[in-house]
Nanobody, 122 residues
Framework: QVQLVESGGGLVQAGGSLRLSCEVS????????MGWYRQAPGEERELVAT???????NYADSVKGRFTISRDNAKNTVYLQMDSLIPEDTAVYYC????????????????WGQGTQVTVSS
C-alpha cells in the first residue's frame, strides 16, 4: 500500500522559516508530479506548488519568491522550503503525489498525505 508521510510543520513567528517533507513509501513503479496544497480555516484549498518528475517547479503567486519546492527521486520525497513566512501562510499543508503502481504506461493514481499544521504568528 502507498503512504505519504508529512513532517516539518509547526509554529513560527512572522519572518521565520519552516521546511516540510513528504515521503512516499510502498511498492510503486514511478512518481510523476508531486506538490503541496494548503487550506486555511474558512478558505478554499489552494494549490501552493508543484514539481514535475524532471524537477520543473510551479508556484502560486502568493508564495512565489518565498517558497521553494524540490524533490529527491532516490528518496521518493518532496520538500517545501518556506521562508519569510507571514500570518497569511497559516494553514494545513497537504502533499500529494501522482503515482504509477505497475509497469510502464500503467494507470496514475493521486495519493495524499495526512496534512501538517503550519501556524505563523505576528
Amino acid at each position: 500500500q502507498v503512504q505519504l508521510v508529512e513532517s516539518g510543520g509547526g509554529l513560527v513567528q512572522a519572518g521565520g522559516s519552516l521546511r516540510l517533507s513528504c515521503e512516499v513509501s510502498g511498492r510503486i513503479f514511478s512518481i510523476n508530479a508531486m506538490g503541496w496544497y494548503r487550506q486555511a480555516p474558512g478558505e478554499e484549498r489552494e494549490l501552493v506548488a508543484t514539481i514535475s518528475s524532471g524537477g520543473r517547479p510551479n508556484y502560486a503567486d502568493s508564495v512565489k519568491g518565498r517558497f521553494t519546492i524540490s524533490r529527491d527521486n532516490a528518496k521518493n520525497t518532496v520538500y517545501l522550503q518556506m521562508d519569510s513566512l507571514i500570518p497569511e501562510d497559516t494553514a494545513v499543508y497537504y502533499c500529494y503525489g501522482r503515482v504509477v503502481l505497475v509497469g510502464p504506461a500503467g494507470p496514475e493514481f493521486r495519493y495524499w498525505g495526512q496534512g501538517t499544521q503550519v501556524t505563523v504568528s505576528s
